[in-house]
């Protein structure tokens, strides 16, 4: 039972437009959110999270919106920048510390 | 600061051999936790480590995975023995405390298994 999900494996954008990287949850009970980004060979770098007590957090040309109600978090790197071109992986937790992580998008921004 | 360090890099083995893998986080770090990713799939957390004692290991396969924390610093997780299945990176993390709230997780670069 996949608890978060990430239902696009890619996406291509083109540089300088926006990219929007979604993920969906199941369980309620999460209330903490995280983006991390991944290059080949390299472990996960953490980008961005948000509490559940929020709907919206922002840090430069990264957003994130969470929307309860639908079980359903966004990332949003605007304006693209080849540099973008990574995996991207969301995780939620609850109260126990622990970090369910989605399946990931490969980003691809284009020259 | 240094980052987390992973050793080795890379490990080819044949299925029903052992294997260790070897993290040093960052200096200072209480939590460390070891993560298998599977290609194609997301990292699952196998054993998450406050010091030296486990806070949760509820998915790591205890039949043949174990870990240990010597002294609250490195760690070690070893396989014994191997199946195919096993093959995947390997990564460490480590955080300052107990993850929460927003609290990052520095990783490794992550050890590649390959199991024949």
């Known amino acids: 039972d996949q608890q978060v999900k990430q239902n696009s494996p890619s996406l291509s954008v083109q540089e300088g437009r926006i990219s929007i990287l979604n993920c969906d949850y199941t369980?309620?009970?999460?209330?903490?959110f995280l983006w991390y980004k991944k290059y080949p060979a390299e472990g996960p770098t953490f980008l961005i999270s948000?509490?559940?007590?929020?709907d919206k957090n922002e840090d430069g040309r990264f957003t994130v919106f969470l929307n309860k109600s639908a079980k359903h978090l966004s990332l949003h790197i605007v304006p693209s920048q080849p540099g973008d071109s990574a995996v991207y992986f969301c995780?939620?937790?609850?109260?126990?510390?622990?970090?369910?992580f989605g399946t990931g998008t490969r980003l691809k921004v284009l020259a | 600061e240094a980052g987390v360090a992973q050793s080795p890099r890379y490990k080819i083995i044949e299925k029903r051999q052992s294997v260790a893998f070897w993290c040093n986080p960052i200096?200072?770090?209480?939590?460390l936790y070891w993560y298998q990713q599977i290609l194609g799939q997301g990292p699952k957390l196998l054993i998450q480590?406050?010091?030296?004692?486990?806070?949760?290991d509820s998915q790591l396969p205890k039949d043949r995975f174990s870990a240990e924390r010597l002294k609250g610093v490195d760690s070690t997780l070893k396989i014994q023995p191997a199946k195919l299945e096993d093959s995947a990176v390997y990564l460490c993390?480590?955080?300052?405390?107990?993850?929460?709230?927003?609290?990052?997780?520095?990783f490794g670069p992550g050890t590649r298994l390959t199991v024949l």
């Open positions: 369980n309620s009970m999460f209330d903490y």
């Open positions: 948000i509490s559940s007590i929020k």
């Open positions: 480590f406050q010091n030296n004692g486990v806070v949760d």
């Open positions: 995780a939620a937790s609850e109260e126990s510390y622990k970090y369910i």
């Open positions: 993390a480590s955080s300052s405390w107990l993850a929460r709230g927003g609290n990052e997780q520095f």
């Open positions: 200096s200072g770090h209480a939590t």
